[in-house]
């Protein structure tokens, strides 16, 4: 039912929750966005559902999806995990909300008006838009004006809620009325009084039963011949020819959508003496509206009119349009508006954007009121106008503009200047200073740029963005304080130096200066972010005399810093240092221990750098550690003190000789392709998390052949007590090797492994899911990076399967030498693909992998042959199954469990019971393990 508050409790959970992701998005009105009729139907809105719920593999580990729907059959279809039905309040929070908007928490007049409000919540009948729109109805009314009101509602009650909101509607002015039809119509969710509209984010919202119900009073105008309504909306050539017919229409707004081609009769507006409002859509690049004549005239009563891809290279020349408001012809086809001078006293917007043939805009002195000029991408566009005082948005991006004119200072009212990718401009002048309102001007990459006025610096802008004006090579001096300014960003500019001046920009927060690579010196400055990523000729950073409190980011990638200052430590709040491919910084300071607030350090690619600082777990709040590709041989023993570390990889680090204790709490550990590791240390301590479901746990090495068998019997051991310990996150590991490890219970030779007849084991409700492995050779692979595509079958007596479950492991390595894959798989994977969870009742159980490419996308013409080269190309030696499962409460262990198994244990689930597809012996089905893990 509409109106019973689903949208309106979706929205709040969202906003409770959105902050404990990492990326969040909310789309209100889904139906109201899809320009396709066909999605509408159920079906197609059920296989939509169906992607979006079942698209497991385009959302990460944790992720959560709430879908609001009036037909309880479409999430049926979908298979979504959980349905809530929203009911209708109960009488007691009934009469909160309806007290609440009627009273205004007025006691007093609430025990007045009992028994009036008794009759109100009886027809609400607990809907909560009911309640919220006879409450704002009613508020500050009479005791009969109450009664009135409650007679209207019991003539018509065979209408039910369409009764209530219409009350609302018919108490507005004539005037009113008019405007509320127009929005319901046309202008939901356009830019911006009462309980029927809201502003949500700047934009006009209407709950859509209130939207229907001003669509309903139009349809009852002329309910079998929609040309004679006051309001015309709809899509095609039929909708289109039926303009000619009707002289009392208001308003007009079509799509061309789904047309080939529209021909519009030049005299089709001649009778249309009272059309306000004419919106026509055409849709993608292709010209579909043409004139069977040309087009000499348009109603003068028209408000607004909005026609895009107009196919006329000239104005109507008898059109004089004199209470035009809004004037939006983007794409259009003119090469210039009217000739000469035209009265247009109430314009306010003119909307010209991409019409790539217009070279001029004529005098708009005569239109004193506009407020907003859009001409983005009018490529031929040379010049502008300079007579608008009330202009307070003048957006010229991607024009031919080569000179602001010396006289844009008339432009008193001018809040927001855009010339982005104005490539030819060359000049600003200087009386840009004098626009005082101006608070927004946006001129990246305006590449003949070279200079511009310092008479900038005295605008009241927060921003300065020059980003992408690579001419750009001085910096002009700030003469006096410039208190606004908190962000500039001169990124992939020409600047060499900074005058000493900078300082006046006392409240600057962020310098974005990447890529600016004539650069070579910087001088200290009080910021929070400092971007000098990419300026490779920067050798030094400055001393930092004392502590600073204000640093949080600095990124000093791709730079040729050799070293940083010994009082580097004194910027004591820096949470993130990027220092990627610094290829010649040697060494860190000691003193970087002191910035007990750094989570994130990145030292990735510095190929010089051998050692990182020997105390450098007194960072206690360092959460992510790269050295991935660096000269590293030994990590310090401390690092196993990081208590914050989450994340630290090694990969490429082709020296790194050893890994001590690692940190309790990492989660992903990356060493690809470190072939001169020979040791890892053991982890005595394994936290207990199994209660915690979020993230993923992860542990890669590849290409370190040389690991001794201790460092290989430590990896395994790690990986078993992560199983074990994490009943319910996602644990991969990788690690060198040829043999699926001995306590697997179910393994075989070749790419599947397949436990037949007896499931008795999956009876146990302790049981949480699988660990599952396999290990590979690679025989013939030119490089590249790759991973793994596995299912999970599961078949009864009849011969009939469960639905199987298809994966893919959510991560990737690099093809190299010999390797062994283990990973957790949870039964909540097969909770959310709607398999059944009574796995005793199935005869067989396989589970089957093959190699997969992650970047090799099926469109590929070769993509079938490079398949088969890469599935030849890796040898699958053997899998293997281990049922996991929750603890007993007398476990021990440590608080946790014994894992030790009888060969009677292991041989309940084997022998017999075991088959293999790739045709092993029943030599090869007797190989168990020693140890039998359980969560």
């Given at each position: 039912?509409?109106?019973?508050?689903?949208?309106?409790?979706?929205?709040?959970?969202?906003?409770?929750?959105?902050?404990?992701?990492?990326?969040?998005?909310?789309?209100?009105?889904?139906?109201?966005?899809?320009?396709?009729?066909?999605?509408?139907?159920?079906?197609?809105?059920?296989?939509?559902?169906?992607?979006?719920?079942?698209?497991?593999?385009?959302?990460?580990?944790?992720?959560?999806?709430?879908?609001?729907?009036?037909?309880?059959?479409?999430?049926?279809?979908?298979?979504?995990?959980?349905?809530?039905?929203?009911?209708?309040?109960?009488?007691?929070?009934?009469?909160?909300?309806?007290?609440?908007?009627?009273?205004?928490?007025?006691?007093?007049?609430?025990?007045?008006?009992?028994?009036?409000?008794?009759?109100?919540?009886?027809?609400?009948?607990?809907?909560?838009?009911?309640?919220?729109?006879?409450?704002?109805?009613?508020?500050?009314?009479?005791?009969?004006?109450?009664?009135?009101?409650?007679?209207?509602?019991?003539?018509?009650?065979?209408?039910?809620?369409?009764?209530?909101?219409?009350?609302?509607?018919?108490?507005?002015?004539?005037?009113?009325?008019?405007?509320?039809?127009?929005?319901?119509?046309?202008?939901?969710?356009?830019?911006?009084?009462?309980?029927?509209?809201?502003?949500?984010?700047?934009?006009?919202?209407?709950?859509?039963?209130?939207?229907?119900?001003?669509?309903?009073?139009?349809?009852?105008?002329?309910?079998?011949?929609?040309?004679?309504?006051?309001?015309?909306?709809?899509?095609?050539?039929?909708?289109?020819?039926?303009?000619?017919?009707?002289?009392?229409?208001?308003?007009?707004?079509?799509?061309?959508?789904?047309?080939?081609?529209?021909?519009?009769?030049?005299?089709?507006?001649?009778?249309?003496?009272?059309?306000?409002?004419?919106?026509?859509?055409?849709?993608?690049?292709?010209?579909?509206?043409?004139f069977e004549s040309p087009l000499v005239d348009m109603p003068d009563t028209l408000k607004i009119l909005y026609w895009t891809h107009f196919p006329q290279r000239f104005w109507p020349p008898n059109f004089c349009p004199q209470n035009l408001v809004t004037l939006e012809m983007p794409f259009c086809h003119l090469e210039q508006l009217?000739?000469?001078?035209?009265?247009?006293?109430?314009?306010?917007?003119?909307?010209?954007?991409?019409?790539?043939?217009?070279?001029?805009?004529?005098?708009?002195?005569?239109?004193?009121?506009?407020?907003?000029?859009?001409?983005?991408?009018?490529?031929?566009?040379?010049?502008?106008?300079?007579?608008?005082?009330?202009?307070?948005?003048?957006?010229?991006?991607?024009?031919?503009?080569?000179?602001?004119?010396?006289?844009?200072?008339?432009?008193?009212?001018?809040?927001?200047?855009?010339?982005?990718?104005?490539?030819?401009?060359?000049?600003?002048?200087?009386?840009?200073?004098?626009?005082?309102?101006?608070?927004?001007?946006?001129?990246?990459?305006?590449?003949?740029?070279?200079?511009?006025?310092?008479?900038?610096?005295?605008?009241?802008?927060?921003?300065?963005?020059?980003?992408?004006?690579?001419?750009?090579?001085?910096?002009?001096?700030?003469?006096?304080?410039?208190?606004?300014?908190?962000?500039?960003?001169?990124?992939?500019?020409?600047?060499?130096?900074?005058?000493?001046?900078?300082?006046?920009?006392?409240?600057?927060?962020?310098?974005?200066?990447?890529?600016?690579?004539?650069?070579?010196?910087?001088f200290n400055l009080k910021l929070r972010k400092l971007d000098l990523g990419g300026c490779s000729r920067l050798r030094t950073f400055p001393e930092i005399m004392k502590p600073a409190h204000t640093f949080a980011h600095i990124d000093l990638t791709c730079t040729a810093v050799k070293e940083l200052p010994s009082s580097f430590g004194?910027?004591?709040?820096?949470?993130?240092?990027?220092?990627?491919?610094?290829?010649?910084?040697?060494?860190?300071?000691?003193?970087?221990?002191?910035?007990?607030?750094?989570?994130?350090?990145?030292?990735?690619?510095?190929?010089?750098?051998?050692?990182?600082?020997?105390?450098?777990?007194?960072?206690?709040?360092?959460?992510?550690?790269?050295?991935?590709?660096?000269?590293?041989?030994?990590?310090?023993?401390?690092?196993?003190?990081?208590?914050?570390?989450?994340?630290?990889?090694?990969?490429?680090?082709?020296?790194?000789?050893?890994?001590?204790?690692?940190?309790?709490?990492?989660?992903?550990?990356?060493?690809?392709?470190?072939?001169?590791?020979?040791?890892?240390?053991?982890?005595?301590?394994?936290?207990?998390?199994?209660?915690?479901?979020?993230?993923?746990?992860?542990?890669?090495?590849?290409?370190?052949?040389?690991?001794?068998?201790?460092?290989?019997?430590?990896?395994?051991?790690?990986?078993?007590?992560?199983?074990?310990?994490?009943?319910?996150?996602?644990?991969?590991?990788?690690?060198?090797?040829?043999?699926?490890?001995g306590w697997f219970n179910f393994r075989g030779k070749g790419h599947s492994v397949t436990i037949n007849e007896d499931l008795s084991f999956c009876s146990d409700d302790r049981l949480t899911g699988f660990a599952l492995c396999v290990a590979f050779g690679v025989l013939d692979i030119k490089g590249g990076y790759g991973s793994f595509?596995?299912?999970?079958?599961?078949?009864?007596?009849?011969?009939?399967?469960?639905?199987?479950?298809?994966?893919?492991?959510?991560?990737?390595?690099?093809?190299?030498?010999?390797?062994?894959?283990?990973?957790?798989?949870?039964?909540?994977?097969?909770?959310?693909?709607?398999?059944?969870?009574?796995?005793?009742?199935?005869?067989?159980?396989?589970?089957?992998?093959?190699?997969?490419?992650?970047?090799?996308?099926?469109?590929?013409?070769?993509?079938?042959?490079?398949?088969?080269?890469?599935?030849?190309?890796?040898?699958?030696?053997?899998?293997?199954?281990?049922?996991?499962?929750?603890?007993?409460?007398?476990?021990?262990?440590?608080?946790?469990?014994?894992?030790?198994?009888?060969?009677?244990?292991?041989?309940?689930?084997?022998?017999?019971?075991?088959?293999?597809?790739?045709?092993?012996?029943?030599?090869?089905?007797?190989?168990?393990?020693?140890?039998?893990?359980?969560?």
């Amino acid at each position: 039912m509409g109106g019973i508050g689903k949208t309106t409790i979706c929205d709040q959970i969202y906003h409770k929750l959105e902050l404990q992701f990492d990326s969040s998005s909310l789309v209100l009105d889904v139906q109201e966005k899809i320009h396709d009729p066909l999605l509408k139907a159920t079906n197609q809105l059920t296989s939509q559902l169906q992607k979006l719920i079942r698209g497991s593999d385009s959302f990460g580990q944790g992720s959560r999806i709430i879908i609001t729907s009036r037909d309880k059959q479409v999430l049926k279809n979908a298979r979504a995990d959980d349905i809530y039905e929203v009911k209708e309040l109960n009488f007691d929070d009934s009469q909160k909300l309806f007290s609440l908007l009627a009273f205004k928490q007025k006691s007093s007049e609430e025990i007045a008006y009992r028994e009036l409000s008794e009759k109100v919540l009886r027809y609400a009948k607990g809907i909560p838009l009911a309640l919220q729109i006879l409450g704002s109805l009613l508020y500050g009314r009479t005791r009969e004006a109450w009664e009135s009101q409650l007679q209207k509602l019991e003539k018509g009650q065979h209408l039910g809620i369409f009764n209530v909101l219409k009350l609302s509607y018919d108490g507005l002015e004539e005037e009113e009325k008019n405007i509320f039809l127009d929005i319901a119509c046309f202008y939901i969710g356009h830019k911006r009084l009462w309980g029927l509209i809201s502003v949500f984010h700047g934009r006009i919202v209407m709950h859509d039963l209130i939207q229907e119900m001003g669509k309903e009073i139009v349809r009852k105008e002329c309910p079998q011949h929609p040309g004679k309504r006051s309001r015309l909306k709809n899509k095609g050539s039929d909708a289109i020819e039926c303009i000619s017919l009707s002289t009392s229409i208001e308003c007009i707004s079509l799509s061309t959508f789904k047309v080939k081609e529209v021909v519009v009769h030049a005299q089709s507006f001649e009778k249309m003496n009272n059309l306000r409002v004419l919106r026509l859509y055409t849709w993608g690049l292709e010209l579909k509206v043409s004139f069977e004549s040309p087009l000499v005239d348009m109603p003068d009563t028209l408000k607004i009119l909005y026609w895009t891809h107009f196919p006329q290279r000239f104005w109507p020349p008898n059109f004089c349009p004199q209470n035009l408001v809004t004037l939006e012809m983007p794409f259009c086809h003119l090469e210039q508006l009217w000739e000469g001078d035209q009265n247009l006293p109430n314009l306010k917007r003119l909307d010209l954007v991409k019409s790539w043939e217009l070279t001029r805009i004529p005098d708009l002195s005569l239109s004193p009121n506009i407020e907003e000029i859009k001409l983005s991408y009018c490529s031929k566009l040379i010049e502008i106008q300079d007579t608008l005082e009330d202009l307070a948005v003048l957006i010229l991006d991607a024009t031919a503009i080569q000179a602001l004119p010396s006289s844009l200072c008339r432009l008193i009212g001018l809040e927001e200047l855009s010339l982005r990718s104005c490539f030819n401009l060359q000049i600003i002048p200087s009386s840009i200073g004098s626009l005082t309102r101006l608070c927004k001007l946006h001129l990246t990459r305006c590449n003949s740029l070279q200079t511009f006025p310092s008479s900038i610096f005295n605008l009241k802008l927060s921003k300065l963005d020059l980003c992408g004006c690579s001419s750009l090579s001085t910096f002009p001096d700030i003469t006096e304080r410039a208190p606004t300014f908190a962000r500039i960003d001169l990124s992939y500019t020409a600047v060499k130096v900074l005058p000493s001046s900078f300082a006046n920009f006392v409240n600057l927060r962020s310098l974005e200066l990447r890529k600016c690579t004539d650069l070579d010196t910087i001088f200290n400055l009080k910021l929070r972010k400092l971007d000098l990523g990419g300026c490779s000729r920067l050798r030094t950073f400055p001393e930092i005399m004392k502590p600073a409190h204000t640093f949080a980011h600095i990124d000093l990638t791709c730079t040729a810093v050799k070293e940083l200052p010994s009082s580097f430590g004194n910027l004591v709040n820096l949470r993130s240092l990027e220092l990627q491919e610094c290829t010649y910084l040697e060494s860190l300071p000691n003193s970087i221990v002191n910035m007990k607030l750094l989570s994130k350090l990145d030292c990735s690619g510095c190929a010089k750098l051998t050692e990182i600082p020997r105390h450098i777990g007194r960072l206690t709040s360092l959460m992510e550690l790269s050295l991935r590709d660096s000269g590293i041989v030994n990590l310090p023993e401390s690092i196993a003190h990081l208590s914050s570390l989450k994340s630290l990889d090694l990969s490429d680090c082709k020296k790194l000789e050893c890994i001590p204790p690692i940190p309790p709490f990492l989660e992903q550990l990356e060493a690809l392709d470190c072939p001169s590791i020979r040791r890892v240390m053991s982890n005595s301590l394994v936290p207990n998390l199994s209660n915690s479901k979020e993230g993923v746990f992860k542990y890669h090495f590849t290409n370190a052949q040389q690991l001794d068998s201790g460092a290989r019997a430590n990896i395994e051991e790690d990986a078993r007590l992560r199983m074990i310990d994490d009943t319910y996150r996602c644990v991969l590991f990788c690690f060198p090797g040829s043999a699926v490890p001995g306590w697997f219970n179910f393994r075989g030779k070749g790419h599947s492994v397949t436990i037949n007849e007896d499931l008795s084991f999956c009876s146990d409700d302790r049981l949480t899911g699988f660990a599952l492995c396999v290990a590979f050779g690679v025989l013939d692979i030119k490089g590249g990076y790759g991973s793994f595509r596995y299912s999970l079958k599961f078949e009864y007596d009849d011969g009939t399967q469960i639905i199987p479950y298809k994966g893919v492991l959510n991560s990737y390595f690099k093809w190299d030498g010999e390797g062994t894959f283990v990973w957790k798989f949870n039964l909540e994977s097969l909770m959310a693909s709607g398999m059944s969870l009574r796995l005793c009742d199935a005869r067989s159980f396989t589970f089957e992998i093959s190699p997969y490419d992650p970047f090799l996308r099926p469109n590929r013409p070769d993509y079938e042959s490079v398949e088969r080269e890469l599935k030849s190309g890796i040898r699958i030696k053997e899998c293997g199954i281990c049922p996991l499962y929750t603890k007993k409460k007398d476990d021990k262990y440590g608080g946790a469990v014994d894992y030790s198994a009888s060969e009677n244990d292991i041989e309940e689930f084997s022998g017999s019971n075991v088959a293999h597809s790739s045709g092993e012996t029943g030599e090869d089905r007797k190989r168990n393990a020693e140890s039998y893990p359980v969560n």
